[in-house]
Nanobody, 122 residues
Framework: VQLQAYGGGLVQAGGSLRLSCEASGMTFSNYGMAWFRQAPGKEREFVAAITWRRSTYYTDSVKGRFTISRDNAKNTVYLQMNSLKPEDTAVYSC?????????????????WGQGTLVTVSS
């Protein structure tokens, strides 16, 4: 199984980015998918998740600004990030796991991809 995340970059505060995570070697439609992030000097934290039925979950700090979605035909999960803030600066990683467990917990996820760096300048 491979998860390849891309789409990160440098953006000014208030700007937008869309992250993508392409999966291979798995039946993508069967998995819950999530994005986590890790800022410098901080622990990794949950950002957003989507079940195989497309129910979505978000951490409070990104509600109304970020949108997670999936395209099962392309084996890809997306994270649309709008109104970005400097505190959103982090390495963003995607993960694949159960859709029936607690999707906010790292232990729910079996597969992890390498991260993509998002830097938001003030």
């Amino acid at each position: 199984v491979q998860l390849q995340a891309y789409g990160g970059g440098l953006v000014q505060a208030g700007g937008s980015l869309r992250l993508s995570c392409e999966a291979s070697g798995m039946t993508f439609s069967n998995y819950g998918m999530a994005w986590f992030r890790q800022a410098p000097g901080k622990e990794r934290e949950f950002v957003a998740a989507i079940t195989w039925r497309r129910s979505t979950y978000y951490t409070d700090s990104v509600k109304g600004r970020f949108t997670i979605s999936r395209d099962n035909a392309k084996n890809t999960v997306y994270l649309q990030m709008n109104s970005l803030k400097p505190e959103d600066t982090a390495v963003y990683s995607c993960a694949a796991g159960s859709s029936v467990g607690n999707m906010r917990f790292e232990d729910n996820y079996r597969y992890w991809g390498q991260g993509t760096l998002v830097t938001v300048s003030s």
